[in-house]
């Protein structure tokens, strides 16, 4: 007698069989649009697929409370925070809220960077250093950990408690999606939401989004960290 058990499985979870090598070259059709869009969505959709669950959870996400209307056309703050972003809310689309999360931490940690980078940080009257930086903190201020990083643009009043709250929100709620195996995801999706809209705001406030006699007007420091980042490369 024995005390097998059995348990349900699911069959080839990572494959995307009408793209697998074995499939094509059983078939000459390629496959289509609704097919890699079937296979991007949540398992449960495979087979009760509706295009309308997409356009429903973009206009789910697309409720943020501050705005992002434009950005500046420079190769780092697209690759570092508007592309990012734009990612995070497409994952949001096919149902992949992790992703969502995981892109608007990385949006975060990447305008905490931008934000000291652009201050005129000053110590005994002069311009930090790198060297001071390693002095002070321990390490560059890139290379702290999030939670760290925080605190220092708290503690030297770059960021207001607002600007603070939502790089908090998304550190806390990242870090038990990411690294916690007791973690369920029951309230997934609405995480997604809040931090996506927590990084939108986050972005806003590093690049701003003021208008003035119908001109876009960005923040003063960044145009001064982007005029800097020029001229050393030009030199």
């Known amino acids: 007698m024995t005390n097998e ?28 649009s609704e097919a890699v869009l079937r296979f991007l969505c949540p398992a449960e959709e495979r087979f009760d697929f509706d295009i309308e669950r997409l356009l ?7 409720t943020e409370p501050v705005r992002l ?23 949001f689309m096919v149902g992949n809220y992790l992703a969502t999360i995981s892109l608007s931490g990385m949006v975060a940690e990447m305008v905490a960077i931008l934000l000291w980078e652009s201050t005129d940080s000053q110590i005994n009257g002069r311009t ?7 002095h002070l903190f321990g390490r560059g201020f890139e290379k702290l950990a999030q939670d760290r990083r925080i605190s220092i643009l708290s503690a ?23 690294h916690l195996w007791s973690k369920d995801h029951d309230q997934l999706p609405n995480d997604g939401i809040e931090c ?6 986050l972005v806003v406030t590093a690049i701003g ?9 960005l923040n003063p420091q960044l145009i001064r960290y982007l005029d800097s980042q020029h001229n050393a490369i030009e030199e």
Request: with cysteine.
């Open 128 to 134: 930090m250093t790198k060297d001071d930086e390693n």
């Open 156 to 178: 030297y009043r770059i960021i207001s408690e607002g600007t603070k709250s939502n790089f908090d929100k998304i550190r806390i709620v990242r870090n038990r999606y990411l």
């Open 69 to 91: 209307f434009a950005a500046p056309a420079e190769q780092r703050i697209l690759d570092k925070l508007i592309w990012p972003l734009r990612n995070a809310k497409s994952s």
């Open 196 to 201: 996506f809209h927590a990084a939108v705001s």
């Open 5 to 32: 058990k059995m348990i349900l499985c699911e069959i080839n979870p990572l494959a995307f069989l009408e793209a697998d090598e074995s499939w094509a070259t059983s078939t000459q059709d390629k496959p289509t």
């Open 56 to 62: 429903a959870r973009y206009r789910q996400i697309s």
């Open 209 to 217: 989004q003021d208008v003035q006699e119908g001109r876009f007007v």
